[in-house]
């Protein structure tokens, strides 16, 4: 990307959304740009809130973008299930699912690679053989597609809410009900676009299933089903019922139970098999670190 260079003539404009207009890149980009020093204004840096006043010159030298490729890794995976037409592992709390900025190595996508084994072609380079995410900090089942012809399937299920997906989680509080349905469409946040929210603007259909397990002091165990997958769904559903999840970094109170990450575990996956036309259902057990929490949760309300 090369330099660019205004004389400002929009007075009063804070710096960061005059090169958003002008460039096309987000306001989140445009940000670390300025907080990096690759911005100025009369050859000096400025804060992200700085207001331009006519006559200055802004000087912009974009942050090169990192070149991405996704490699094979000698990265062990722990494989629940297998054939040539599909592969279901369980995914460890921390790992990302495939090559991203920030994330260019030890992902899921980086392993399987390593396996040597074949995938399907349909997605972009980054992301062969996968299906469906679940968040870096979310731990448990995931299905990946060997074939083009499964990966087709598997998304038809997908699409037609026939590949059912439980998780199991902690969240803060005590849940009244012993069900209950979220129907709630979500979208982009409009201040933090690293983040969702419900909304009604510029949303998609979103409902989860919950049924509480057990009740503690102050947090409940509830396991969820998804209908809809959209993007942190769980996460952002729970604290819209006003039941954030444990540990949860980006949706829930900074105060809470002793976990890297939210305290979430995609428990078990049902699909109909692309090529036998069977319904497969996989199972994960929970974590170590959130067996400790129920341990620790189980102990602490005998007394």
Same mark, same amino acid.
């Given at each position: 990307?090369?330099?660019? &260079?205004?004389?400002?003539?929009?007075?009063?404009? %804070? #710096? !960061? =959304?005059?090169?958003?207009?002008?460039?096309?890149?987000?306001? $989140?980009?445009?940000?670390?740009?300025?907080?990096?020093?690759?911005?100025?204004?009369?050859?000096?840096?400025?804060?992200?809130?700085?207001?331009?006043?006519?006559?200055?010159?802004?000087?912009?030298?974009?942050?090169?973008?990192?070149?991405?490729?996704?490699?094979?890794?000698?990265?062990?995976?722990?494989?629940?299930?297998?054939?040539?037409?599909?592969?279901?592992?369980?995914?460890?709390?921390?790992?990302?699912?495939?090559?991203?900025?920030?994330?260019?190595?030890?992902?899921?996508?980086?392993?399987?690679?390593?396996?040597?084994?074949?995938?399907?072609?349909?997605? &972009?380079?980054?992301?062969?053989?996968?299906?469906? %995410? #679940? !968040? =870096?900090?979310?731990?448990?089942?995931?299905?990946?597609?060997? $074939?083009?012809?499964?990966?087709?399937?598997?998304?038809?299920?997908?699409?037609?809410?026939?590949?059912?997906?439980?998780?199991?989680?902690?969240?803060?509080?005590?849940?009244?009900?012993?069900?209950?349905?979220?129907?709630?469409?979500?979208?982009?946040?409009?201040?933090?676009?690293?983040?969702?929210?419900?909304?009604?603007?510029?949303?998609?259909?979103?409902?989860?299933?919950?049924?509480?397990?057990?009740?503690?002091?102050?947090?409940?165990?509830?396991?969820?089903?998804?209908?809809?997958?959209?993007?942190?769904?769980?996460?952002?559903?729970?604290?819209?019922?006003?039941?954030?999840?444990?540990?949860?970094?980006?949706?829930?109170?900074? =105060?809470?139970?002793?976990?890297?990450?939210?305290?979430?575990?995609?428990?078990?996956?049902?699909?109909?098999?692309?090529?036998?036309?069977?319904?497969?259902?996989?199972?994960?057990?929970?974590?170590?670190?959130?067996?400790?929490?129920?341990?620790?949760?189980?102990?602490?309300?005998?007394?």
């Amino acid at each position: 990307m090369s330099k660019f &260079e205004w004389v400002i003539e929009e007075a009063g404009t %804070r #710096i !960061d =959304k005059v090169i958003v207009t002008r460039t096309g890149e987000s306001r $989140t980009t445009i940000q670390d740009w300025i907080n990096e020093n690759h911005v100025t204004v009369n050859g000096a840096n400025v804060k992200s809130n700085y207001k331009v006043q006519d006559g200055d010159r802004v000087t912009v030298i974009p942050k090169e973008k990192e070149q991405l490729e996704a490699v094979p890794e000698d990265i062990p995976l722990d494989i629940r299930y297998e054939d040539e037409h599909v592969l279901v592992i369980n995914k460890p709390r921390g790992m990302v699912v495939h090559p991203a900025p920030g994330h260019p190595s030890g992902t899921v996508v980086n392993a399987l690679l390593g396996l040597k084994m074949q995938l399907s072609t349909l997605n &972009e380079e980054m992301r062969p053989g996968i299906v469906h %995410r #679940i !968040d =870096k900090d979310t731990s448990g089942l995931l299905i990946v597609a060997k $074939t083009d012809q499964a990966h087709q399937h598997l998304v038809q299920q997908l699409q037609g809410r026939t590949l059912k997906r439980t998780y199991e989680t902690i969240v803060h509080g005590v849940i009244a009900h012993e069900f209950g349905t979220i129907d709630a469409p979500i979208g982009r946040h409009h201040h933090d676009r690293q983040k969702m929210t419900v909304t009604d603007a510029h949303s998609r259909e979103a409902i989860t299933h919950f049924t509480v397990i057990k009740r503690y002091k102050n947090y409940t165990r509830v396991e969820c089903q998804l209908e809809t997958g959209r993007t942190h769904q769980i996460r952002v559903h729970m604290e819209y019922i006003d039941h954030p999840i444990a540990g949860d970094p980006k949706y829930g109170p900074k =105060k809470t139970l002793p976990i890297e990450g939210q305290a979430l575990h995609a428990k078990e996956l049902s699909f109909i098999h692309p090529a036998t036309e069977e319904t497969v259902t996989v199972t994960a057990e929970l974590p170590d670190d959130m067996e400790q929490l129920i341990y620790n949760l189980e102990h602490s309300s005998e007394h």
